[in-house]
């Protein structure tokens, strides 16, 4: 009787006699199949979760609906305002909310639906060369039915100094 054996270290194909030491091999090259199976498994498994982690952080960091992106295009129109310019100075930063470690980098957020479209709620802080003188901005962004993309509801800058004071600089509510 004659038998096809597959021979792993030469990758070809063999037609041999079915003796017992033939059959070990045949049992040899199906264990080794096996073992190159799950590693390609493993390999696959780990490709498709390393995939997901660059689709999240690519997401979270290059998406126009992050926080951190919207936040940018807000602090851009607080830096270009002139009544902000005039009160805090400049250069006009821009910081999050403040850790135990003394960073400044979480820029405090909140994600709804109303009406079925997104709309999210940022909070963040700018400080501007004049001493003393720091700020809160409050905005909203709506997300536009027609193209996906985030639209201003609002922004506004709320003075902490003394005496309380509001900055509107933009109001598309209606």
């Not at 040899?28 to 799950?38: I, L, Q, S």
């Not at 780990?46 to 960091?61: A, D, M, R, S």
């Not at 006009?92 to 979480?106: A, I």
Request: charged content about 25%; glycine content about 10%.
């Amino acid at each position: 009787m004659w038998q096809v054996i597959w021979v792993t270290k030469y990758q070809r194909f063999s037609l041999v006699p079915c003796t017992p030491v033939t059959r070990w091999c045949f049992l040899f090259a199906v264990k080794e199949a096996g073992r190159d199976f799950t590693y390609l498994v493993v390999v696959l498994i780990g490709t498709g979760i390393t995939g997901g982690l660059f689709y999240v952080i690519f997401k979270e960091l290059f998406s126009s609906s992050s926080p951190n992106k919207i936040y940018g295009k807000a602090l851009e129109k607080c830096r270009s305002h002139p009544e902000v310019i005039g009160v805090f100075g400049e250069p006009v930063r821009g910081f999050g909310e403040v850790t135990r470690r003394g960073r400044r980098q979480h820029v405090s957020f909140v994600e709804y639906v109303k009406d079925g479209l997104k709309h999210m709620r940022v909070k963040f802080y700018i400080q501007g060369s004049e001493p003393g003188k720091q700020g809160t901005v409050h905005l909203e962004v709506k997300e536009n039915p027609e193209n996906g993309e985030y639209e201003f509801r609002y922004i506004f800058v709320e003075l902490e100094a003394y005496p309380g004071r509001t900055i509107v600089i933009e109001d598309n509510r209606s």
